[in-house]
């Protein structure tokens, strides 16, 4: 169960190759940069940052087009998010950081890493996407502007998320949810979810131009990786976990038993201690 008494670290902002963006920043010694999922924000990590604060920097930023980050024009593939990470490092002066990417911010992590190899100390890939095609078909409608134009974020929306992204919702405190529900509701949306879904998406799943060039590099990975998967993911199928593993020469991988797409919100202390333990062997 989750801590239900969390206060949010103070929103901080940066501009970012002229896109003002937030993020949270804590603790000191070794930087860790937390990767949000697609459409997310830095709120999924609410229950992980303190904890990891207590012996790295940590920073968890909201990536361009999500949260309270500006929504400019233009691509949002997975290569300019990588981008954007560039970017947010460079502004605020980080050379090296081990990145924790979750959903489509540990592709963003794989394809930095592809791209920046000198920057990145350690990964960890949390039920991450850019291992293969497979998505749930949520994620590829929202390649359909007829269905994008449909939605209008409302709470009567939150209980049908909630199930498709957790194996048991009911382990989140409702503090969580009135964190998260102003951010989803931010208006001006649809255009920056249709952008992201028609740059890395169509209707037979994740595009072969994103995936594929990561799943060609992964034996090139030097760094440490550790791979984490919920077992109930019904988002991007846990097969992907075992491609990972078997592809990244120095890699160890942990599946979470009776957990749906985000272990760090669902088990956020066993989250902890894994990857605490990981940065430190």
Same mark, same amino acid.
């Given at each position: 169960?989750?801590?239900?008494?969390?206060?949010?670290?103070?929103?901080?902002?940066?501009?970012?190759?002229?896109?003002?963006?937030?993020?949270?920043?804590?603790?000191?010694?070794?930087?860790?940069?937390?990767?949000?999922?697609?459409?997310?924000?830095?709120?999924?990590?609410?229950?992980?940052?303190?904890?990891?604060?207590?012996?790295?920097?940590?920073?968890?930023?909201?990536?361009?087009?999500?949260?309270?980050?500006?929504?400019p024009d233009g691509s949002y593939? @997975?290569?300019?998010?990588?981008?954007?990470?560039? !970017?947010?490092?460079?502004? +605020?002066? %980080?050379?090296?950081? =081990? &990145?924790?990417?979750?959903?489509?911010?540990?592709?963003?992590?794989?394809?930095?890493?592809?791209?920046?190899?000198?920057?990145?100390?350690? @990964?960890?890939?949390?039920?991450?996407?850019?291992? !293969?095609?497979?998505?749930? +078909?949520? %994620?590829?409608?929202? =390649? &359909?502007?007829?269905?994008?134009?449909?939605?209008?974020?409302?709470?009567?929306?939150?209980p049908a998320m909630l199930k498709?992204?957790?194996?048991?919702?009911?382990?989140?405190?409702?503090?969580?949810?009135?964190?998260?529900?102003?951010?989803?509701?931010?208006?001006?949306?649809?255009?920056?979810?249709?952008?992201?879904?028609?740059?890395?998406?169509?209707?037979?799943?994740?595009?072969?131009?994103?995936?594929?060039?990561?799943?060609?590099?992964?034996?090139?990975?030097?760094?440490?990786?550790?791979?984490?998967?919920?077992?109930?993911?019904?988002?991007?199928?846990?097969?992907?976990?075992?491609?990972?593993?078997?592809?990244?020469?120095?890699?160890?991988?942990?599946?979470?038993?009776?957990?749906?797409?985000?272990?760090?919100?669902?088990?956020?202390?066993?989250?902890?201690?894994?990857?605490?333990?990981?940065?430190?062997?």
């Amino acid at each position: 169960m989750l801590n239900p008494s969390v206060t949010p670290p103070q929103d901080l902002y940066i501009s970012v190759n002229g896109i003002d963006t937030r993020y949270w920043q804590m603790g000191c010694g070794s930087t860790i940069i937390l990767l949000h999922g697609g459409n997310g924000s830095i709120e999924f990590w609410l229950y992980n940052i303190a904890t990891l604060a207590q012996h790295h920097q940590v920073y968890a930023f909201d990536m361009v087009g999500s949260g309270k980050s500006d929504f400019p024009d233009g691509s949002y593939s @997975l290569g300019e998010q990588a981008k954007f990470l560039h !970017g947010f490092m460079a502004a +605020l002066n %980080i050379d090296t950081a =081990t &990145l924790i990417g979750n959903s489509m911010g540990g592709g963003v992590a794989l394809e930095f890493t592809r791209s920046y190899p000198d920057r990145v100390d350690k @990964l960890v890939l949390v039920d991450s996407m850019g291992l !293969g095609k497979d998505i749930s +078909l949520g %994620i590829r409608l929202i =390649t &359909l502007p007829a269905i994008v134009n449909l939605l209008r974020p409302g709470r009567w929306m939150i209980p049908a998320m909630l199930k498709s992204n957790f194996y048991n919702s009911k382990q989140l405190p409702p503090e969580w949810i009135e964190f998260r529900y102003p951010i989803f509701a931010l208006p001006g949306r649809n255009r920056v979810i249709l952008r992201l879904g028609q740059s890395n998406f169509n209707l037979a799943g994740v595009r072969a131009q994103v995936y594929q060039p990561i799943l060609d590099s992964l034996a090139k990975i030097t760094q440490k990786t550790l791979i984490i998967w919920g077992d109930c993911d019904r988002i991007i199928p846990v097969k992907h976990a075992y491609v990972a593993a078997a592809g990244i020469p120095n890699s160890q991988l942990h599946i979470f038993p009776n957990c749906g797409h985000h272990p760090y919100l669902e088990y956020p202390e066993k989250f902890d201690r894994l990857v605490l333990e990981f940065l430190t062997a």
